[in-house]
């Protein structure tokens, strides 16, 4: 009795691996066609990425001086400012922002100096 119980287990069990070992053929054969066709999404996607890459670095860099420790410091009312004013620098190039911190005060000052090329016309 127990045997034929036993015997019963290995044969659903060999069923199961004969069915896993199809799936892993048939999953092997899907990657192997995939391979081809995501080499060419990437190729025609090329120049997508790279202008969205460009794209990202500015962003990077914009978030990485918001993030700054020295910023993260600043009172609320400066930190504003130096988000506002960094977020104009982004799309007017010509603004230049930095963080100054005075140790001659009685307490360390930070200040915020804008420097722009204002064009009037």
Do not use: W
């Amino acid at each position: 009795m127990q045997r034929e119980k036993l015997h019963d287990d290995c044969k659903v069990l060999q069923a199961e691996i004969s069915d896993l070992k199809k799936q892993i053929v048939r999953r092997r054969k899907r990657l192997r066609s995939l391979r081809p066709k995501l080499k060419q999404v990437v190729k025609s996607t090329d120049p997508v990425r790279r202008y969205i890459e460009s794209q990202f670095d500015d962003t990077n860099n914009f978030s990485q001086s918001i993030n700054n420790p020295s910023i993260a410091k600043l009172p609320d009312p400066l930190y504003v400012l130096y988000s506002l004013v960094l977020a104009y620098q982004q799309c007017d190039g010509t603004t230049d922002v930095n963080v100054c911190k005075s140790k001659s005060e009685p307490f360390f000052v930070e200040t915020i100096d804008v420097e722009a090329e204002i064009e009037y016309k």
